[in-house]
């Protein structure tokens, strides 16, 4: 068996990396020197491929310039369109196409589950729905397509939650805001388990939200990380504060979505890390025992 997989050198495709080849398969990376290389480079790449998982994009954390924009929307649309137009060309293109989004095409307002189709209208969600509209753009009589909307991706080696901690260490852990914004999340080893069970134990197609099951605002949210850390959380970052640093991009810091992944829990998916709590507990060990 082999697999592809398009943002290989992040940290959730180097976890990938490892538990597909942990199952057995043979994996290939895309890098963006591969992408620039030519459609017929990229479906020398894919010969004999099972499955291709698309997860490649620029991280959407900082400040959004003109470029930083461009940047973040090209490396996601553009990249699906052309692994898309590379699979279509081929006789024997992969079984299955798992392509990522996120959870930013949904509103503030609304409880969301994959059958929602109350979005949202900035630039994530406009970014979320074109990056979905080139995924489905794939030939369906000759490969299945499943898209997967990310929430915040919890993990010790990057992301987020990475960045998040450090002044929790300094006693300097703070809500954002109000602390009412929902923080729809998921722990590294459930993303990669969804994904690897998607291949290799294929669903039905079409869209998964990919969040834990349970949901918490920004205040819950803050709390909990505060306590696995053994830290104070006693501060508030003012919202007029993030619009000034980030600009445009404080949407992702101060705007959530209600989101349940109704679909994995209709397949019998079993969540490693159902609560924040436990999650924690992998990444940092048990506050009781420190």
């Known amino acids: ?74 490396s996601r649309i553009e990249t699906t369109r052309k692994l898309v137009e590379a699979m279509n060309g081929m006789a024997s293109p992969p079984q299955d196409f798992i392509s990522a989004s996120a959870v930013g095409i949904y ?23 074109d990056w979905e509209r080139e995924a489905l753009k794939v030939n369906p009589t000759q490969t299945r397509l499943s898209i997967f909307r990310l929430g915040v991706v919890l993990s010790g080696r990057g992301g987020a939650l990475k960045k998040m901690i450090m002044p929790f260490k300094f006693g300097f852990g703070a ?35 990919l969040v834990a099951p349970e949901i918490l605002t920004n205040r819950e949210f803050t709390a909990v990380l505060a306590k696995s850390l053994g830290r104070p959380a006693i501060f508030t970052l003012p919202s007029k504060l993030i619009r000034l640093l ?8 101060l705007d959530g979505q209600q989101v ?15 609560t924040l709590v436990l999650a924690l507990e992998k990444e940092f060990g048990s506050a009781k025992s420190r």
Not at 17 to 46: C, N, P, T
Not at 260 to 274: M, S, V
């Open 1 to 74: 068996m082999k697999v592809a997989i398009c943002g290989i050198s992040g940290f959730i495709g180097s976890s990938l990396k490892e538990a597909f080849e942990a199952e057995g398969y043979i994996v290939v990376g895309i890098s963006r020197v591969d992408l620039s290389s030519g459609l017929e480079h990229l479906r020398e790449l894919l010969r004999d491929a099972n499955a291709l998982v698309n997860i490649a994009g620029a991280p959407i954390a900082g400040r959004w310039t003109k470029a930083r924009k461009e940047e973040i929307y090209n």
């Open 107 to 129: 509103d503030e307002i609304n409880v969301h589950d994959e059958f929602s189709l109350n979005y949202a209208s900035g630039f994530l969600a406009r970014i979320c729905r």
């Open 175 to 209: 809500k954002i805001g109000s602390g009412e914004a929902f923080m729809p999340w998921i722990h590294i080893d459930d993303v990669v388990k969804a994904i690897v069970e998607g291949v290799s134990s294929p669903r039905a197609s079409g869209v998964y939200n």
């Open 260 to 274: 349940i992944p109704q679909r994995l829990l209709a397949d019998g998916f079993e969540f490693t890390y159902p």
């Open 246 to 253: 980030f600009g445009e991009g404080a949407g992702l810091i």
